[in-house]
């Protein structure tokens, strides 16, 4: 394919590794990567080959597993929502994947492919302890553990949780659930925290911790920046200046007219738009790098544009370099600024954007 236009997003594999290793730091035994969803955006086969030395990777899907599993034939890859139907046991034994069980049926499931099943499957146990999602209650954990143990085919490895609010201010609701976890009489080893959870200490007695978006260098928390947490930003998105004009005093700029100059003011015309990801929620002001000066998005996102405010920028043409977000524009500022996370950003672009890869760090 051709790419001439000026839009691509370059994944920094060097910082992607640093954050993984801050997450090591945080965690008292081993880390699994997690790399569900394209690892977030971040396209799973490089993100993958730059982690191939953490201690196990996490994805949602056998799908997404066995992907993985052709390159990297020895790395424990755990599927966090385990079987959706049969065949999925059947590959998780052939591919040597560890899934997790959170509901009765999958169970059933298995037993529909048993005969086809030569191989032991490690799995993990899911417990809700306070997210009501997905997983067995806590006073339920006992006798699935007795029926997992029955099984022949299935191997309990450890007991797993999942955090509703490990990212606030307040982390009583999270030690709650931990506390509704721990409380649970059985000696397997166990697995509770996301970035959120690992970067607040929330993991000391985790066997194995799952960091998911602190590796992207994005942070989990509202209250704090990635910068204060030590990580590095991974995804930077540009594009460039295609139109620079004037508007004057009381003219409007886009669709709706919502950015009214409140003096003549003048407009960078950028190519990115929600055709390529940027969010389309972005208000007025989201920030926006334009030839390596802060700059205001000016008027609504458009499919292929947008509209910046450049009147206090220096030495901008046609063709100036813009970064949306990366090392300059904090990626959770930009998602601030569009009422959403980071978690969807990086998610939301689409394949019009090319990737590129580097190692600089
Ligand atoms: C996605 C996911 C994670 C990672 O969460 P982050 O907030 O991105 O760190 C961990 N555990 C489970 C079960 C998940 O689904």
């Known amino acids: 394919m051709n790419h001439t236009r000026a839009v691509f997003a370059e994944i920094n594999l060097s910082n992607l590794q640093h954050n993984y290793q801050q997450a090591k730091q945080h965690s008292p035994n081993q880390v699994y990567a997690v790399i569900k969803a394209d690892a977030y955006g971040h396209g799973v086969m490089l993100v993958a080959e730059a982690l191939k030395h953490a201690d196990g990777l996490a994805v949602a899907c056998v799908d997404e597993a066995l992907k993985l599993r052709t390159e990297y034939p020895k790395l424990p890859i755990l599927v966090l929502q385990g079987a959706y139907c049969g065949e999925d046991w059947r590959l998780a034994s052939v591919h040597n994947l560890v899934m997790v069980v959170h509901h009765p049926q999958q169970l059933e499931w298995l037993n529909e492919v048993d005969s086809y099943i030569y191989s032991p499957i490690s799995v993990w146990l899911k417990v809700n302890t306070g997210m009501n ?10 006798a699935a553990i007795t029926q997992i143990s029955a099984l022949p085919k299935l191997k309990l490895d450890k007991l797993m949780t999942h955090h509703s609010s490990s990212d606030e201010v307040n982390l009583e609701a999270a030690q709650l659930q931990l506390q509704n976890f721990y409380n649970i009489n059985c000696d397997l080893p166990t697995s509770t925290a996301n970035s959120a959870a690992i970067l607040s200490g929330l993991n000391a007695k985790d066997d194995v911790s799952r960091a998911g978006i602190m590796l992207y260098g994005s942070s989990p928390f509202a209250h704090k920046s990635a910068m204060s947490l030590n990580l590095k930003p991974v995804m930077g ?16 700029v886009g669709y709706g007219q919502r950015f009214i100059a409140e003096k003549d003011t003048q407009i960078a015309v950028v190519a990115i738009g929600y055709g390529d990801g940027y969010p389309r929620h972005a208000v007025d002001g989201t920030p926006v790098f334009v030839n390596d000066q802060p700059c205001k998005l000016a008027g609504r996102v458009s499919m292929d544009m947008i509209t910046v405010d450049v009147s ?28 959403t996370i980071a978690y969807e950003l990086f998610c939301r672009l689409t394949p019009r954007v090319p990737r590129c890869y580097t190692y600089i760090g």
Request: aromatic content about 4%; charged content about 25%.
């Open 133 to 142: 999602r997905i997983g067995a209650r806590p006073e339920q954990v006992n």
């Open 237 to 252: 998105l540009y594009s460039q200046v295609i139109s620079l004009h004037t508007v004057k005093k009381g003219e409007a």
């Open 312 to 339: 206090e920028c220096e030495g901008v043409n046609v063709g100036s370099s813009v970064e949306l977000w990366g090392e300059q524009v904090s990626v959770d500022e930009v998602a601030r600024h569009s009422q």
